[in-house]
């Protein structure tokens, strides 16, 4: 080794923090890919690697089963978000340990902002790996749990661990730099989008669950999969302010809240919708359920319980911790 070459190796440890550093309070939008499904039939049991073969899912007309009913055994789903999810959570990886060299464990990001964004991979995985996707071609409760996961607890979480500033520090530092000069001046402008992020999740709650949009959801892949991303990417527009207003006393938190209280309240509405009908709202899944031994009924009002009480619960929190910071920043008022 020259003397030449050991400057720059006692420097590059240090680079990527710096960058990390400068576009820390930016996340990243992760996006629902398109894909297709493969399903296990006649009691094969599906494999799940990141090598696996993908296969086209076949397109099932109005009133036709979709095959087996699944068990815990076969309701993987293989498509193209397995491999993406896979380099979402190695890039992270590769930021973190340089974060976190030489055994500085917490510096820049803490642990429980690590451990958010785990959480937050492991609940996409949930939703749309294994089990929820495949029993949500069967019924209509995990279908509605599915999109509660991609909508409301899985951009908390992911955001949570602040990916981009990690994603700063796995990149190299070239690369890193540029991001922050792409990203840096959109944050003002981003910031001022919150009623159009709140409009956006309103829209696609109700709008994916019109009888019309969901039967065609059932017949096609490629709507299946819009449907997907569309709820992820709007729950990380929606909970990328959030946090924004979260971590900000500056950032305006009684709109952030202002916000929560109107996705809650339109959530509400749709769930008591789906517990109070007196009709089935959503006949593509009247026979399925009774093929796992659930009415249509109580699979339809299991359903609306889901979006209305526990699919609430991060909302509600959001909503504390921003009114919380609110009181103290009026606190802290001269007079």
Same mark, same amino acid.
């Given at each position: 080794m020259t003397r030449d070459e050991q400057p720059r190796q006692e420097e590059q440890p240090g680079e990527p923090d710096g960058h990390a550093g400068d576009v820390r309070d930016f996340q990243p939008e992760i996006h629902g890919a398109g894909s297709v499904r493969v399903r296990g039939r006649g009691g094969r049991k599906a494999c799940v690697a990141a090598s696996a073969v993908i296969l086209p899912h076949p397109v099932w007309a109005a009133g036709e089963l979709p095959g087996e009913v699944p068990t815990l055994a076969t309701a993987w789903?293989?498509?193209?978000?397995?491999?993406?999810?896979?380099?979402?959570?190695?890039?992270?990886?590769?930021?973190?340990?340089?974060?976190?060299?030489?055994?500085?464990?917490?510096?820049?990001?803490?642990?429980?902002?690590?451990?958010?964004?785990?959480?937050?991979?492991?609940?996409?995985?949930?939703?749309?790996?294994?089990?929820?996707?495949?029993?949500?071609?069967?019924?209509?409760s995990a279908h509605m749990g599915q999109h509660m996961l991609l909508l409301a607890l899985a951009p908390p979480l992911l955001l949570a661990g602040r990916p981009l500033?990690?994603?700063?520090? %796995? #990149?190299?530092?070239?690369?890193?730099k540029a /991001? @922050?000069? &792409?990203?840096?001046?959109?944050? !003002?402008?981003?910031?001022? $989008?919150?009623?159009?992020?709140?409009?956006?999740?309103?829209a696609v709650m109700w709008g994916w669950h019109a009888p019309a949009a969901l039967a065609l959801v059932m017949r096609s892949e490629p709507a299946h999969w819009l449907m997907h991303g569309s709820f992820l990417l709007a729950g990380l527009w929606l909970w990328t302010l959030l946090w924004q207003r979260i971590r900000d006393d500056a950032s305006g938190?009684?709109?952030?809240?202002?916000?929560?209280?109107?996705?809650?309240?339109?959530?509400?509405?749709?769930? %008591? #919708?789906?517990?109070?009908?007196?009709?089935? /709202? @959503?006949? &593509?899944?009247?026979?399925?359920? !009774?093929?796992?031994?659930? $009415?249509?009924?109580?699979?339809?009002?299991?359903?609306?319980?889901?979006m209305w009480v526990p699919s609430a619960l991060p909302y509600l929190v959001g909503a504390v911790w921003l009114l919380a910071r609110e009181f103290r920043r009026m606190e802290r008022r001269p007079g």
């Open positions: 789903s293989l498509s193209p978000v397995v491999p993406a999810l896979l380099l979402v959570i190695a890039l992270y990886g590769i930021g973190l340990s340089r974060l976190w060299r030489g055994g500085h464990a917490g510096r820049g990001i803490s642990i429980a902002e690590a451990a958010s964004f785990f959480a937050g991979t492991g609940v996409l995985v949930l939703a749309m790996v294994w089990p929820v996707d495949a029993y949500g071609a069967w019924l209509l500033a990690v994603l700063a520090a %796995a #990149l190299p530092p070239r690369w890193s /991001l @922050h000069r &792409v990203l840096h001046p959109l944050q !003002a402008p981003f910031s001022r $989008t919150l009623a159009l992020a709140t409009s956006a999740n309103v938190a009684l709109s952030g809240a202002i916000a929560i209280v109107v996705v809650m309240m339109q959530m509400g509405f749709l769930g %008591a #919708l789906l517990v109070f009908s007196r009709r089935i /709202l @959503h006949p &593509v899944y009247a026979d399925r359920a !009774a093929e796992l031994g659930i $009415t249509a009924f109580d699979d339809q009002q299991l359903a609306g319980l889901i």
